[in-house]
């Protein structure tokens, strides 16, 4: 059986989770990171240098690095699905998680981790309102991206949409005062009738 180690409040976690669930794959899932600790062990480490999370075991086979977790995955039991059979499709799903992870997460980390995971009186504020615009800028090219599709590569849930999916939540959820950005409300009002979606990623932000 797939067995995952993360926690399920990681972004990077979730994206697997969501993937999997997608996929209508089986899985064990062992906390792991921050509170949980397992990820600074000798074993844990022995399979994943860098001590993050997640890492899988499919039968044997480790991976690690969330973005190549969900391609592999994608690749081997959703071909045509979430992971498209056409090879161009399937890269201009790839240039969004790649996007996301290089270009919007960045800046957004700085506002999640400042707004969720720092007391208020621990808060870089100043920090915190630079990297928002930063964010806010980023996700302004993603709204222009959606409009006229139903998903990041046009009318079908991919990979693609995973990384960019989770992030829409967050920032949505944070509840800041924010400009319009109609297009990607539209898309991850869609998203949210993914029943996977609903159980893996709109979660309360912690």
Same mark, same amino acid.
């Given at each position: 059986?797939?067995?995952?180690w993360?926690?399920? @409040?990681s972004?990077?976690v979730q994206k697997v989770? +969501?993937?999997?669930?997608?996929?209508?794959?089986?899985?064990?899932?062992?906390? $792991?990171?921050?509170?949980?600790?397992? @990820? @600074?062990?000798p074993?844990?480490?022995?399979?994943?240098?860098?001590?993050?999370? #997640?890492?899988?075991?499919?039968?044997?086979?480790?991976?690690?690095?969330?973005?190549?977790?969900?391609?592999?995955?994608?690749?081997?039991?959703?071909?045509?699905?979430?992971c498209?059979a056409?090879?161009?499709?399937?890269?201009? $799903?790839?240039? +969004?998680?790649?996007?996301?992870?290089?270009?919007? +997460? #960045?800046s957004?980390?700085?506002?999640? &981790?400042?707004l969720?995971?720092?007391?208020?009186?621990?808060?870089?504020?100043? $920090?915190?309102?630079?990297a928002k615009?930063k964010a806010?800028?980023?996700?302004?090219?993603?709204?222009?991206?959606?409009?006229?599709?139903?998903?990041?590569?046009?009318? &079908?849930?991919?990979?693609?949409?995973?990384?960019?999916?989770?992030?829409?939540?967050?920032w949505?959820?944070?509840?800041?005062?924010?400009?319009?950005?109609p297009?990607?409300?539209?898309w991850?009002?869609?998203?949210?009738e993914?029943?996977?979606?609903?159980?893996?990623?709109?979660?309360?932000?912690?």
């Open positions: 059986m797939l067995t995952i993360g926690r399920n @409040n972004i990077n989770l +969501w993937c999997c669930a997608e996929l209508g794959l089986e899985f064990k899932r062992i906390d $792991a990171g921050l509170q949980y600790g397992v @990820n @600074n062990t074993e844990y480490l022995a399979n994943n240098p860098t001590g993050l999370v #997640p890492t899988i075991d499919d039968d044997g086979y480790i991976l690690w690095e969330s973005n190549v977790i969900v391609r592999y995955l994608s690749s081997r039991h959703g071909l045509g699905t979430l498209p056409d090879l161009q499709a399937r890269f201009r $799903a790839e240039i +969004w998680m790649d996007w996301q992870q290089s270009f919007l +997460w #960045p957004f980390r700085t506002v999640f &981790q400042g969720i995971r720092t007391p208020p009186e621990k808060r870089d504020n100043n $920090a915190i309102a630079a615009g806010a800028s980023a996700l302004k090219i993603l709204d222009r991206h959606l409009a006229g599709r139903d998903y990041v590569e046009g009318k &079908q849930l991919t990979f693609g949409d995973i990384p960019v999916g989770i992030a829409a939540y967050r949505f959820a944070l509840g800041m005062p924010r400009e319009e950005l297009n990607m409300v539209r991850h009002d869609r998203l949210a993914h029943p996977a979606f609903r159980q893996h990623i709109m979660l309360p932000l912690t």
